[in-house]
């Protein structure tokens, strides 16, 4: 018996095609009226980390049919989403408030 993992799929596509959708139109919105905002940017880098936790929550039986169904593939996936790109975004949205030293910062010191 084959398992369905559309839904799967399908909520991880959401979980990171909307923050990127929303981080679009936000960066039109501000190009038009002036300025760039880093919560914005913070906000659209931490949503795709609240979307995969909602789908652990709310999915959970599609999610143990696909453990059962490939013990050894599901463990990979798991880490790499659970883990690494929830790091990564982090990262990033850590990276986006870290104030910038350039050139003249290093000049006047």
């Known amino acids: ?5 559309s839904k799967i799929e399908s909520g991880l ?3 990171f095609l909307l923050p990127a959708f929303g981080f679009v139109v ?3 919105w501000n190009k038009m009226v002036g300025g760039w ?3 914005w940017t913070t906000f659209c880098l931490v949503s795709p980390i609240v979307f995969l ?3 652990v929550k709310f ?3 599609s999610l143990r049919a696909v453990w059962l169904e490939s013990p050894f593939l599901s463990p990979v996936v798991y ?3 659970r883990l690494v790109v929830p790091a990564l975004l982090l990262a990033a949205a850590i990276r986006l408030w870290q104030p910038r030293h350039g ?3 290093r000049a006047v010191q």
């Open 53 to 55: 936790g909602m789908i």
């Open 103 to 105: 050139r003249n910062d």
């Open 79 to 81: 880490v790499f989403f």
């Open 1 to 5: 018996m084959q398992t369905d993992t």
């Open 59 to 61: 999915g959970f039986a």
């Open 37 to 39: 905002s880093k919560g």
């Open 26 to 28: 936000g960066m039109i």
């Open 13 to 15: 596509l959401v979980a």
